[in-house]
C-alpha cells in the first residue's frame, strides 16, 4: 500500500502494486466510495515456464517447432492487433462487436454484476459496449492482460472516458491473475475475440476447470467463439481474415521474432521468414506458421551468456506460432457441460459466423 495515496485513494497508472494474493487485493478494492485505477502486476507462480524455457522448448520440438502465441503480445503486437481488428477482411471483431450490441441489455438483465472480470482484455474496445449499456456502472471492472502497456494505456483512457468506473487492472498472465481474484459472486468473467481458439483442447480443459473452481454459485463466464465453415460460411472468408491484403496479420506474426530478440538478446533475422496461415478443415482451424526461407542458425541469449543456445532451421520448414481454433456451438456447449458447466444462452450474429455463449457454474 506503500505506494498508494490514502487520501485519494487513487494509484498512480504506472506504478504497479505487486499483490501476492486474493486478501491483499481485496484490501485494495475496500475503497468503494472513491473513483479510480489500481494498477497490480501478477506475480509469477513458481511453476510457470519462464519465457526463455517456454521459447527453448518450442524450438526444440520434433517434428513442428512451435512459439506461444502469448509472444505476440508486446506493445508493438497489441498496436498489431488493434489495425488487425479494423481490416475490410477480419470479421470476426466487427460481428462479435454486432451480437455484444444486441444482448447487452438482456446480459444485464440476466446477472446483477457485481465484478466484470475480462481475461486478455486489449484494448477493452468491445467491452465499452457493456458498459455504455449498464448507466450505473454499479461494478469494478477488472481487466486482466499480458500486455501491461495496452493494459495501462486503456485503462487510463477508460477513466477519461467513464469517470465513475472503478477499476482493478491486473497485469500478466491470465493463470496467475486468476489466483488474485478477491472472492465475490455475481461475478460475469468475459473471454472474448475468440481467443478461445489459441488454446489446444487440452489447455482448453484443463484452464476452464481451474477457472470454474476460481468460480462461485452465481458467478458467470460469457465466450466469443468464432465459428467452424459451414453452410454460409465458406472457408475462403475464414482464411482470408488471416491473410490480408495490407499485410497487417503478416508483420503481426513476424513481430513475435522481434519481441523473442529483444527479451532474451535472440538474433531471428525477420527478413529470412515468411508468414503464411492456412485453414485446416479437418481440424476447423486456422494454423498460422513463420516460413523459414534458408538453411539458417539462430541463437537465444547473447554470445555473453553461458547458456545461449542455437537452433537450426532447415529451408521451408517452420515454426507454428498459433492455432485458431473454429467452433461448431453444440460440440463447444457439450465439452464445457463435461468440465461441469451449466449453459444458459448462446447468440449468433443472423450468418452465423461468430457466437457467444453464456456458461454458469451448476
Ligand atoms: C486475440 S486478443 C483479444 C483481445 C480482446 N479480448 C478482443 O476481443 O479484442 C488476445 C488478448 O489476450 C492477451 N493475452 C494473450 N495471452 C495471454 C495470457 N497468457 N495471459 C493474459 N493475457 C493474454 C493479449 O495481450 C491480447 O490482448
Same mark, same amino acid.
Given at each position: 500500500?506503500?505506494?498508494?495515496?490514502?487520501?485519494?485513494?487513487?494509484?498512480? =497508472?504506472? $506504478?504497479?502494486?505487486?499483490?501476492?494474493?486474493?486478501?491483499?487485493? %481485496?484490501?485494495?478494492?475496500?475503497?468503494? $466510495?472513491?473513483?479510480?485505477?489500481?494498477?497490480?502486476?501478477?506475480?509469477?507462480?513458481?511453476?510457470?515456464?519462464?519465457?526463455?524455457?517456454?521459447?527453448?522448448?518450442?524450438?526444440?520440438?520434433?517434428?513442428?517447432?512451435?512459439?506461444?502465441?502469448?509472444?505476440?503480445?508486446?506493445?508493438?503486437?497489441? %498496436?498489431?492487433?488493434?489495425?488487425?481488428?479494423?481490416?475490410?477482411?477480419?470479421?470476426?471483431?466487427?460481428?462479435?462487436?454486432?451480437?455484444?450490441?444486441?444482448?447487452?441489455?438482456?446480459?444485464?438483465?440476466?446477472? !446483477?454484476?457485481?465484478?466484470?472480470?475480462?481475461?486478455?482484455?486489449?484494448?477493452?474496445?468491445?467491452?465499452?459496449?457493456?458498459?455504455?449499456?449498464?448507466?450505473?456502472?454499479?461494478?469494478?471492472?477488472?481487466?486482466?492482460?499480458?500486455?501491461?502497456?495496452?493494459?495501462?494505456?486503456?485503462?487510463?483512457?477508460?477513466?477519461?472516458?467513464? !469517470?465513475?468506473?472503478?477499476?482493478?487492472?491486473?497485469?500478466? $498472465?491470465?493463470?496467475?491473475?486468476?489466483?488474485?481474484?478477491?472472492?465475490?459472486?455475481?461475478?460475469?468473467?468475459?473471454?472474448?475475440?475468440?481467443?478461445?481458439?489459441?488454446?489446444?483442447?487440452?489447455?482448453?480443459?484443463?484452464?476452464?476447470?481451474?477457472?470454474?473452481?476460481?468460480?462461485?454459485?452465481?458467478?458467470?463466464?460469457?465466450?466469443?467463439?468464432?465459428?467452424?465453415?459451414?453452410?454460409?460460411?465458406?472457408?475462403?472468408?475464414?482464411?482470408?481474415?488471416?491473410?490480408?491484403?495490407?499485410?497487417?496479420?503478416?508483420?503481426?506474426?513476424?513481430?513475435?521474432?522481434?519481441?523473442?530478440?529483444?527479451? +532474451?538478446?535472440?538474433?531471428?533475422?525477420?527478413?529470412?521468414?515468411?508468414?503464411?496461415?492456412?485453414?485446416? !478443415?479437418?481440424?476447423?482451424?486456422?494454423?498460422?506458421?513463420?516460413?523459414?526461407?534458408?538453411?539458417?542458425?539462430?541463437?537465444?541469449?547473447?554470445?555473453?551468456?553461458? /547458456?545461449?543456445?542455437?537452433?537450426?532451421?532447415?529451408? $521451408?520448414?517452420?515454426? +507454428?506460432?498459433?492455432?485458431?481454433?473454429?467452433?461448431?456451438?453444440?460440440? +463447444?456447449?457439450?465439452?464445457?457441460?463435461? =468440465?461441469?458447466?451449466?449453459?444458459?444462452?448462446?447468440? /449468433?450474429?443472423?450468418?452465423?459466423?461468430?457466437?457467444?455463449?453464456? +456458461?454458469?457454474?451448476?
Amino acid at each position: 500500500m506503500s505506494q498508494c495515496d490514502q487520501k485519494t485513494q487513487r494509484v498512480t =497508472l504506472g $506504478d504497479h502494486l505487486m499483490a501476492t494474493n486474493p486478501e491483499e487485493v %481485496k484490501s485494495l478494492l475496500g475503497f468503494k $466510495d472513491s473513483k479510480r485505477v489500481i494498477m497490480i502486476k501478477a506475480k509469477k507462480k513458481k511453476q510457470r515456464p519462464d519465457m526463455c524455457q517456454s521459447v527453448c522448448e518450442g524450438l526444440r520440438q520434433i517434428p513442428q517447432k512451435e512459439l506461444s502465441s502469448t509472444y505476440f503480445y508486446d506493445e508493438q503486437g497489441s %498496436k498489431l492487433y488493434e489495425e488487425i481488428t479494423r481490416l475490410p477482411e477480419y470479421y470476426p471483431t466487427r460481428t462479435e462487436r454486432v451480437i455484444l450490441e444486441t444482448i447487452a441489455d438482456e446480459l444485464l438483465s440476466l446477472i !446483477p454484476i457485481a465484478q466484470l472480470i475480462e481475461l486478455g482484455s486489449g484494448s477493452s474496445e468491445k467491452t465499452r459496449v457493456l458498459f455504455n449499456a449498464s448507466h450505473a456502472h454499479s461494478f469494478i471492472y477488472i481487466p486482466i492482460d499480458v500486455s501491461d502497456t495496452m493494459l495501462g494505456a486503456s485503462a487510463q483512457q477508460l477513466t477519461t472516458e467513464y !469517470p465513475d468506473l472503478n477499476i482493478l487492472a491486473i497485469a500478466g $498472465d491470465y493463470e496467475n491473475a486468476l489466483h488474485l481474484l478477491p472472492p465475490s459472486s455475481n461475478r460475469l468473467f468475459l473471454f472474448l475475440g475468440g481467443t478461445i481458439g489459441n488454446f489446444t483442447q487440452t489447455f482448453q480443459a484443463y484452464f476452464f476447470t481451474s477457472l470454474l473452481k476460481q468460480m462461485s454459485h452465481g458467478d458467470h463466464l460469457l465466450i466469443g467463439f468464432d465459428r467452424a465453415a459451414h453452410d454460409t460460411k465458406p472457408p475462403e472468408l475464414i482464411e482470408n481474415a488471416y491473410n490480408d491484403a495490407q499485410g497487417i496479420t503478416a508483420q503481426f506474426n513476424l513481430n513475435i521474432l522481434n519481441h523473442i530478440n529483444r527479451q +532474451l538478446q535472440a538474433n531471428f533475422v525477420l527478413e529470412q521468414f515468411q508468414h503464411r496461415a492456412v485453414y485446416n !478443415p479437418k481440424q476447423d482451424q486456422i494454423e498460422m506458421h513463420l516460413v523459414s526461407q534458408c538453411n539458417q542458425a539462430v541463437t537465444i541469449g547473447s554470445d555473453q551468456q553461458e /547458456e545461449n543456445q542455437t537452433f537450426h532451421l532447415a529451408k $521451408d520448414e517452420t515454426i +507454428l506460432t498459433e492455432l485458431s481454433r473454429k467452433f461448431h456451438p453444440e460440440q +463447444l456447449q457439450k465439452s464445457f457441460e463435461m =468440465l461441469g458447466y451449466t449453459h444458459a444462452k448462446t447468440w /449468433e450474429d443472423a450468418n452465423r459466423h461468430f457466437g457467444l455463449m453464456l +456458461l454458469k457454474k451448476r
